[in-house]
């Protein structure tokens, strides 16, 4: 503890990492997991999805975010919870909102592309977890330090919420659809295979 600065974004990033990549990869082997809000609304956008199954997996996320951040409250002491903000995701002062916003939804563009490339098209290597944990490495590293590479709303909703810290949020919104959505436009209009046997409303294998 005592960390500020850049220090403390790589202390928080590998944090993060090490809490979200084993169970991303272990997630990844079962049908029907997403990867996030972003993702999911992509998934969604690209008729690979249903629209129940997604507003579930959506109300799923958000709780279960909210859950995470106060059993962090409950378990921790007071001062070593407030000082993290019980995980909200924090902007470096270096950034102006738009770049944060602009290193988000790249960030988003690069997990989404990950997800497409390897658990939804037909023709990618049958990677997927590994190849989606990798890129999520790559983004917490390079985001970590700048905007907490949150890439997902209901990573940055839940701690916001428990802390009411609010600050710059609305860039772990808006990053992220619009990093997701280029990715889905990107996909669905250009690089996947056309007749890919797949029919709407039928969960990706991740």
């Given at each position: ?184 436009v990107l996909w669905a209009g250009l690089l996947l295979p ?13």
């Amino acid at each position: 503890t005592g960390l500020r600065g850049p220090q403390e974004g790589r202390s928080r990033t590998v944090i993060h990492w090490n809490a979200r990549v084993p169970a991303s990869y272990r997630r990844s082997v079962r049908r029907g997991d997403t990867r996030g809000i972003i993702v999911l609304v992509q998934l969604w956008l690209a008729k690979k999805i249903d629209t129940r199954s997604g507003a579930l997996y959506v109300l799923t996320q958000v709780a279960a975010g909210v859950v995470a951040a106060l059993s962090v409250r409950w378990l921790f002491p007071a001062g070593a919870g407030a000082f993290a903000g019980y995980g909200v995701p924090r902007l470096s002062g270096t950034l102006t909102g738009t770049e944060a916003l602009v290193v988000e939804a790249l960030l988003t563009l690069f997990l989404v592309s990950a997800v497409f490339g390897t658990a939804v098209s037909p023709a990618g290597p049958k990677v997927g977890g590994f190849a989606i944990g990798l890129v999520l490495l790559f983004a917490l590293l390079a985001g970590g330090p700048l905007t907490g590479a949150a890439v997902n709303p209901a990573r940055a909703f839940g701690p916001a919420l428990v802390a009411q810290e609010w600050h710059g949020h609305y860039v772990f919104w808006a990053g992220p659809l619009l990093g997701g959505a280029a990715a889905a436009v990107l996909w669905a209009g250009l690089l996947l295979p056309r007749s890919n046997g797949r029919k709407a409303g039928k969960r990706p294998d991740l």
